[in-house]
T-cell receptor, first 115, second 115 residues
Framework: DGGITQSPKYLFRKEGQNVTLSCEQN?????MYWYRQDPGQGLRLIYY???????QKGDIAEGYSVSREKKESFPLTVTSAQKNPTAFYLC??????????????FGQGTRLTVV | AQSVTQPDIHITVSEGASLELRCNYS??????LFWYVQSPGQGLQLLLK??????LVQGIKGFEAEFKRSQSSFNLRKPSVHWSDAAEYFC?????????????FGAGTRLAVHP
């Protein structure tokens, strides 16, 4: 079945540590996204990528980094520069249309907690 | 700047009652509008979308939404709520400005259903 797989489901980070969240899709989508979700704030865009080897900062990119070396993979690294990383992280993908927008599909999320 | 506003943070309804969740957007061009639902600790599932054409769109699980350009609104409705509808609901607009696809979300409305 096609879909988006995020791993791990739960992740614990110590202060000053970098951690990487995995996102893999087999939908053959060109575009992929990372969102951060905090209670009462909805989903905020961290980074997005329209094509392999290209990505753009979203609204809250500070303290995060990404790579897009393969079409199906878009890992997110939460660096030690991110001062408040405890949140629920969602990965999404879609296939950009010509002059339009298409439905985005979401993974099941990773809950990151600083300990 | 493009934005989405969901004025109601929490809504409680009785099972069997009707439901309307409000969504207002700010977007310069023809909007691509979406409603997603999220169960606790899960990813997002698409309920319905509006791209063009008939302003009343039908979605899954008995939901519908009406696009009103004059009011910049895209409210979600359901005639009779079931206990399983308790979840968080997100309205989103697809932004294709600048040659990139981005989804911009509202803060969400958490729905509780009384038996």
């Amino acid at each position: 079945d096609g879909g988006i797989t995020q791993s791990p489901k739960y992740l614990f980070r110590k202060e000053g540590q970098n951690v990487t969240l995995s996102c893999e899709q087999n939908l053959n989508h060109d575009a992929m996204y990372w969102y951060r979700q905090d209670p009462g704030q909805g989903l905020r865009l961290i980074y997005y990528s329209q094509i392999v080897n290209d990505f753009q900062k979203g609204d809250i990119a500070e303290g995060y980094s990404v790579s897009r070396e393969k079409k199906e993979s878009f890992p997110l690294t939460v660096t030690s520069a991110q001062k408040n990383p405890t949140a629920f992280y969602l990965c999404a993908s879609n296939q950009p249309g010509t002059g339009g927008f298409t439905e985005a599909f979401f993974g099941q999320g990773t809950r990151l907690t600083v300990v | 700047a493009q934005s989405v506003t969901q004025p109601d943070i929490h809504i409680t309804v009785s099972e069997g009652a009707s439901l309307e969740l409000r969504c207002n957007y700010s977007y310069g061009a023809t909007p691509y509008l979406f409603w997603y639902v999220q169960s606790p600790g899960q990813g997002l599932q698409l309920l319905l979308k509006y791209f063009s054409g008939d302003t009343l769109v039908q979605g899954i699980k008995g939901f519908e939404a009406e696009f009103k350009r004059s009011q910049s609104s895209f409210n979600l409705r359901k005639p009779s709520v079931h206990w399983s509808d308790a979840a968080e609901y997100f309205c989103a607009v697809g932004d294709i400005s600048g040659g990139y696809n981005k989804l911009i979300f509202g803060a969400g409305t958490r729905l509780a259903v009384h038996p």
